[in-house]
């Protein structure tokens, strides 16, 4: 890969960055340079062309977990600073990636993505977790993420939209009864989801957590809840906090593609979590190092470098 460029195209503005933590969410206009923007486009079309083990078609809404482990342009996305920078300088603090996946809707009718927030898919807790989502393709307000203003900070984490049904399923309640037990005894020694989750997965190889309150109908009351959207375009970076109630719109046909990275990025404050209703595998360098429910990610700096942070720049 040619050397790319090595800062964004502008700095993150103080409303941009207050408006992120104050409503959770900030379309960040023109920023990401565009040989960045081909890098990715060049990444998603390499990702997508090779499905692997973790790679889902729910519909037409195909995504994949990952996908910057084994695509050089998208590995280089989430490495070399440019988005470290833009994530950093919005939360304000040192930033290191997390974990990505990508979002890929072809030309036809587009399905539209439910509502859900992030955290409650992974074994990692905290405030500092914040999403980053670019494309290569333009993207229409009726077609692109929406979230709710402000429910970052609502304090409630909902059930998953995923994992098998433990009121349907003995083996799942047995495995997810298996798994709560050592979480609250503080036993945990594996994750639910092992290493071997990265050859063969799906969104149903954990068991959902049934105690969790269900996503609220948001489409059935739109006007009830404050709802904010953008019209995106490439070189803009959407970044939402990883707790926001969040879903993109579909419904309708669309002549082209909907090409999506989406990379999520921890903060000072992020810790492991033992969920026994996790659904999405832990990275998988994590694994040898059997981290406990509670160690902040910063324990891992083999894992999770820290990519930008305000002291270095
Ligand atoms: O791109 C989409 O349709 C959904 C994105 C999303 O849910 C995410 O990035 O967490």
């Known amino acids: 890969m040619a050397t790319l460029s090595t800062s964004a195209l502008r700095s993150v503005t103080d409303e941009e960055s207050a408006a992120f933590h104050r409503d959770g969410a ?4 023109q920023v990401l340079p565009t040989d960045w923007v081909a890098a990715a486009a060049d990444g998603l079309d ?15 809404l195909r995504v994949d977990q990952f996908p910057a482990a084994r695509s050089s342009e998208l590995g280089s996305l989430v490495t070399e600073g440019v988005l470290a920078e833009i994530v950093g300088s919005t939360l304000g603090a040192p930033v290191s990636f997390y974990m990505d996946q990508l979002f890929f809707k072809p030309a036809g009718h587009v399905p539209p993505t439910p509502w859900h927030q992030d955290t409650c898919y992974y074994n990692v807790d905290g405030h500092d977790l914040i999403r980053a989502w670019v494309s290569p393709d333009e993207v229409p307000r009726d077609l692109s993420v929406e979230v709710v203003r402000g429910s970052h900070l609502w304090n409630t984490t909902y059930a998953p939209l995923a994992g098998r049904d433990a009121d349907r399923d003995e083996d799942a309640r047995e495995t997810f009864a298996a798994a709560e037990a050592q979480v609250q005894a503080g036993t945990a020694e594996a994750p639910v989801l092992g290493a071997d989750a ?6 149903f190889s954990g068991v959902r957590d049934q105690r969790l309150p269900p996503v609220p109908d948001i489409n059935a009351s739109r006007d009830s809840f404050d709802i904010l959207g953008w019209h995106y375009e490439p070189g803009d970076v959407l970044l939402f906090h990883g707790h926001i109630l969040h879903s993109a719109l579909g419904g309708r046909m669309a002549e082209s593609s909907r090409r999506a990275h989406a990379s999520m990025w921890a903060g000072p404050d992020v810790h492991y979590l033992h969920r026994a209703g996790q659904i999405i595998p832990d990275p998988v360098a994590l694994y040898e190092h059997k981290p406990q ?17 305000p002291d270095q720049n």
């Open 26 to 29: 900030v379309l960040l206009k």
């Open 46 to 60: 390499a990702a997508i062309a090779n499905p692997d083990g973790m790679s889902t078609d729910i519909g037409t």
């Open 198 to 203: 990265h050859q063969e997965w799906d969104y």
């Open 293 to 309: 429910s509670g160690q902040p990610l910063t324990d891992f700096p083999d894992v999770f470098p820290i990519r930008w942070s």
